[in-house]
C-alpha cells in the first residue's frame, strides 16, 4: 500500500507518524514514519527501518494488552508501516508512568537516576509542542477541563493495569520498562482507549542482560544522548518480543 502519496486522505501528520481517512468513517490509518525526532523536534533525522520497527513493536502490545482487557485503539495492521485504528478524539495529554527514576524526572526533581520508585508514579502534561508539553498540576488539571471525574480516574486506572502488563510481559523478556507515555483518545460511542502508540520511541527500556549502563539502553535514548545503534537496539526487543508472540495480525 502506498500512503505516502495519499493527501488528500491526510488526516494529521505528527513527528512520527501519519494519519489517514480510511473508507470507513469511524476508522483512521496509521502509518509510522522513519523520522526520529527529540527535544521538541530541534534534532531531526531520518532512521532506516524505525517505522516498521516500530509499527510491528506497537502492533504487538497492543495485541498483549487487548489480551488483558485493556481497550485500545488497535485493529490489525494494513502494511508493514500502518495499522487501522478506531478514530478516537484525542485527548491533549500525556500520560506518564515511572517504575525507576529517569529523564525529566531526574532532572526536576532531586530524585537519584536510577532508583526504584516506592510506587509506579503518574505525571500528566499538557500536550502542547509550543509550550514544550509542561507538567500538570491536579488543580490545573480541573481548571482546564479536560476531563470529567470518572474520565480522570479511568485514565489513571487504565495507565497502571497498562504498566502492569507490559512490565510483567517484558520482564520475561528480559526486559525492564522504566518509564513510558500514553496518549488517551474517546471513540465515537465515547469509550475511553488508549491511543496513538506504544514502542522504544515512547517507553524507557534497559537490557536485563547487559550491566552497561549505556549498553542496557534500548530506546529513544539512544537517539537522545547519540548513542548510535538506534534501530539496532529497537529490532533487539522487537525480536525477543517475536519470540513470544505470534506475527500481528492483518486487518481484513
Ligand atoms: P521524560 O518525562 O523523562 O522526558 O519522559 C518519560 C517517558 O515518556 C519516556 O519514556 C519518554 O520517551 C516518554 N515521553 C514523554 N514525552 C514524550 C513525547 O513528547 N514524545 C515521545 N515520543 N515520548 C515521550
Not at 488528500?8 to 501519519?18: C, I, P, T
Not at 502490545?61 to 478516537?88: K, S, W
Request: glycine residues 6%; proline residues 3%.
Amino acid at each position: 500500500m502506498q500512503m505516502t502519496s495519499d493527501h488528500a486522505n491526510l488526516l494529521y501528520e505528527g513527528k512520527a507518524k501519519r494519519v489517514f481517512n480510511s473508507n470507513h468513517s469511524d476508522r483512521v490509518l496509521v502509518e509510522f514514519k522513519n523520522d526520529a525526532t527529540a527535544f521538541n523536534a530541534r534534532k531531526h533525522m531520518q532512521l532506516r527501518k524505525k517505522g516498521f520497527v516500530n509499527c510491528q513493536i506497537s502492533a504487538c502490545l497492543f495485541e498483549v494488552l487487548e489480551g488483558e482487557q485493556v481497550p485500545n485503539h488497535y485493529l490489525g495492521l494494513i502494511a508493514d508501516t500502518c495499522m487501522m485504528a478506531q478514530r478516537v478524539q484525542i485527548i491533549p495529554l500525556e500520560v506518564v508512568v515511572r517504575n525507576i527514576a529517569a529523564g525529566s524526572l531526574c532532572r526536576e526533581t532531586p530524585i537519584s537516576f536510577g532508583q526504584e520508585l516506592p510506587a509506579p508514579l503518574i505525571d500528566l502534561y499538557y500536550k502542547d509542542d509550543e509550550m514544550g508539553d509542561p507538567l500538570l498540576t491536579e488543580a490545573r488539571l480541573e481548571l482546564l477541563g479536560l476531563l470529567d471525574r470518572e474520565q480522570r480516574l479511568e485514565i489513571s486506572r487504565l495507565a497502571l493495569k497498562v504498566n502492569s502488563v507490559l512490565s510483567t510481559f517484558l520482564d520475561k523478556l528480559q526486559l525492564t520498562l522504566v518509564d513510558f507515555k500514553l496518549e488517551f483518545g474517546c471513540n465515537e460511542s465515547g469509550q475511553l482507549l488508549v491511543a496513538d502508540e506504544i514502542s522504544p520511541d515512547t517507553c524507557r527500556v534497559w537490557d536485563q542482560r547487559n550491566t552497561d549502563l549505556d549498553g542496557r539502553i534500548l530506546d529513544k535514548d539512544r537517539f537522545r544522548k547519540d548513542l548510535g545503534g538506534v534501530v539496532e537496539a529497537y529490532e533487539e526487543i522487537l525480536k525477543r518480543i517475536q519470540g513470544v508472540c505470534s506475527k500481528p495480525r492483518i486487518y481484513r
